[in-house]
């Protein structure tokens, strides 16, 4: 939902900076593993320290290198198959970095071990959510449905854990963890489900 609705914002916000980065020679590729390395550094150094809200300073001004690099592949024209695999795979890195340093947290300095184990079931449904919609892809279906895409699932952690380190009761991010757990657990049963459907209509239709 967030994907559709702010896209062409940020598309509008980076642009004139995705186009000076291409004028000095960076390519978009080099956005991606830099906005990686950033994500990663951020949540495994700084929130296994206890350091929320500035490791969640530090993470925010990486993310966004997801949106740049798109823009940056499409004004080269040079995205394509290898573009797509990189992003996807090291956003994979990405959001499981995040979730882990949550959980390392919360499993010793910060003494919540039901938030630990939230997260750590957040970063394990996440990765089912990606996964299912890539393997159906793979197979020619489509499955880019749900109430839970990475957007979704990004924002709300870091806000809430950011938040968390000024003061926010640690409550708030476990409710916050258990909904986003739910949320993509109800989002892998629909993109099965969707799946389902269109493999029974095409074994329907080949009969």
């Not at 609705?5 to 995705?18: E, Q």
């Not at 950011?162 to 991010?173: D, H, M, Q, R």
């Not at 993509?184 to 493999?199: E, F």
Request: net charge neutral; hydrophobic share 55%.
């Amino acid at each position: 939902m967030l994907n559709r609705y702010a896209r062409g914002f940020f598309t509008a916000l980076f642009t004139p900076l995705a186009r000076w980065l291409l004028k000095i020679g960076v390519s978009a590729d080099a956005v991606t593993v830099i906005g990686t390395a950033g994500v990663v550094i951020g949540a495994l150094v700084f929130y296994p320290l206890g350091q929320l809200w500035w490791g969640t300073l530090f993470i925010t001004a990486f993310i966004f290198s997801d949106v740049l690099d798109g823009i940056m592949a499409r004004m080269r024209d040079t995205g394509g198959r290898w573009g797509n695999f990189l992003d996807s795979t090291l956003d994979r890195i990405a959001d499981g970095a995040l979730f882990a340093g949550v959980a390392i947290w919360f499993f010793t300095g910060g003494a919540d071990h039901a938030i630990a184990v939230a997260a750590m079931v957040c970063l394990v449904l996440g990765m089912v959510v990606s996964y299912a919609r890539s393997k159906a892809e793979s197979l020619g279906f489509t499955a880019n449905v749900g109430i839970a895409e990475r957007a979704e699932r990004l924002v709300s952690v870091l806000v809430v854990t950011g938040f968390t380190g000024l003061g926010l009761p640690p409550v708030v991010l476990l409710v916050t963890l258990g909904l986003l757990a739910l949320a993509s657990l109800i989002t892998i049963c629909q993109r099965i489900s969707t799946v389902h459907r269109q493999a029974f209509a095409e074994s329907a239709a080949s009969d």
